[in-house]
């Protein structure tokens, strides 16, 4: 299974900002798309964002509407690591954030769940007062 490592989570108050990071093995992110999904306790998986590893297509991103404008996803491969930018946080965005990654170019947050090859043991972002 593939390892993919998440950090950046921590404690903040509402309309705070994070940033996370999920490192991944060399040469994934030439090959894989990568994509955040969260979990609250009570809750399922929610898909959060994804971003395309295609060479030849710049920026290509999908978000879950509810986070749409808050949160940024972003890649460099350089660093093997992608990121997600965390603004405007709500205490609805409490949960443990995982990233995961699946085989060649995946548009759709809706279709990551049949495609997901692995993912991290997740960072834990709380959002409190």
């Known amino acids: 299974q593939l390892q993919l490592v998440e950090s950046g989570g921590g404690l903040v108050q509402p309309g705070g900002s994070l940033r996370l990071s999920c490192a991944v093995p060399g040469r994934t992110l030439e090959s894989h798309t990568i994509a955040w999904f969260r979990r609250a306790p009570g809750k399922g998986r929610d898909w959060v964002s994804l971003i395309s590893a295609r060479k030849d297509i710049t920026d290509s991103a999908a978000y879950l509407d509810s986070v749409r404008g808050r949160l940024t996803i972003s890649k460099d491969s350089a660093k093997n690591t992608v990121y997600l930018q965390m603004n405007s946080l709500k205490p609805e965005d409490t949960a443990v954030y995982h990233c995961?990654?699946?085989?060649?170019?995946?548009?759709?947050?809706?279709?990551?769940?049949?495609?997901?090859?692995?993912w991290g043991l997740g960072t834990q972002v709380t959002v409190s007062s």
């Open positions: 995961a990654a699946a085989p060649g170019w995946v548009s759709t947050i809706e279709v990551m769940s049949q495609e997901v090859i692995g």
